[in-house]
């Protein structure tokens, strides 16, 4: 079964500072892989995935992930985080039924 | 593009009363939405999978009867939270699938008195 493991709970780092949240994936087979954003009270906003081809994967708001099928990863990367960064970032799987196993998630704190 | 609607976008109602929630996929046709649950500080909890045009799939330990889900059209899923109770007080939020990707909508929260 796909499952999802954010190694990460909270990450606190200063504006302007790069910042890698970490996500680690177990499959048997060909996985699809997401990275989503939530604002408080808010719904999730898809930031990235990874369906197939180029492994370096880039999204919105300056965000990259690489899968790395060897380390069984999909690490989410910033150069440059801002202070509107700051959400909870989850990683998800895609397994049957296009269904997905979501990681706990992880908090980027970003302070000035 | 792909953006999804929820409505209404708080509810609060009394025990014992029905409520209706409604995910709209505003600019694309979806065959399958799905509903989640997250409660405070934690992650989604898929409840169920809903398919157009027939039953739909919940996962174990979700009470069909209890919610009750309905898929009648391409654009549009209602979860029906049915005698509500405080411990369905939750944040619900709803995706409807394009292709491989699932889109959001901006979920739901409901507090049971």
């Known amino acids: 079964a796909q499952s999802v493991t954010q190694l990460d709970s909270q990450v606190p780092v200063f504006e302007e500072a790069p910042v890698e949240l970490r996500c680690n994936y177990s499959?048997?087979?060909?996985?699809?892989l997401f990275w989503y954003v939530q604002y408080p009270n808010q719904g999730l906003q898809l930031l990235l995935k990874?369906?197939?081809?180029?492994?370096l994967v880039k999204g919105i708001n300056g965000f990259e992930a690489e899968f790395n099928k060897s380390q069984t990863s999909f690490h989410l990367r910033k150069p440059s985080v801002h202070i509107s960064d700051t959400a909870e970032y989850f990683c998800?799987?895609?397994?049957?039924?296009?269904?997905?196993?979501f990681g706990k998630g992880t908090s980027l704190l970003v302070t000035p | 593009g792909a953006v999804v609607s929820q409505h209404p976008s708080w509810v609060i109602c009394k025990s014992g009363t029905s409520v209706k929630i409604e995910c709209r996929s505003l600019?694309?046709?979806?065959?399958?939405m799905f509903w989640y649950r997250q409660f405070p500080k934690q992650s989604l909890m898929l409840m169920a999978t809903?398919?157009?045009?027939?039953?739909?799939?919940?996962e174990q330990g979700v009470e069909k009867d209890k919610f009750l889900i309905n898929h009648a059209s391409l654009t549009l899923s209602t979860l029906t939270v049915t005698s509500a109770h405080p411990e369905d007080s939750s944040f619900y939020i709803c995706?409807?699938?394009?292709?491989?990707?699932?889109?959001f909508g901006p979920g739901t929260r409901l507090l049971v008195l």
């Open positions: 809903s398919n157009e045009g027939s039953k739909a799939t919940y």
């Open positions: 600019d694309f046709q979806a065959t399958t």
């Open positions: 499959s048997s087979v060909s996985v699809y």
């Open positions: 998800a799987v895609g397994y049957s039924g296009y269904a997905l196993n």
């Open positions: 990874y369906l197939s081809g180029s492994t």
């Open positions: 995706s409807a699938r394009l292709l491989r990707t699932q889109y």
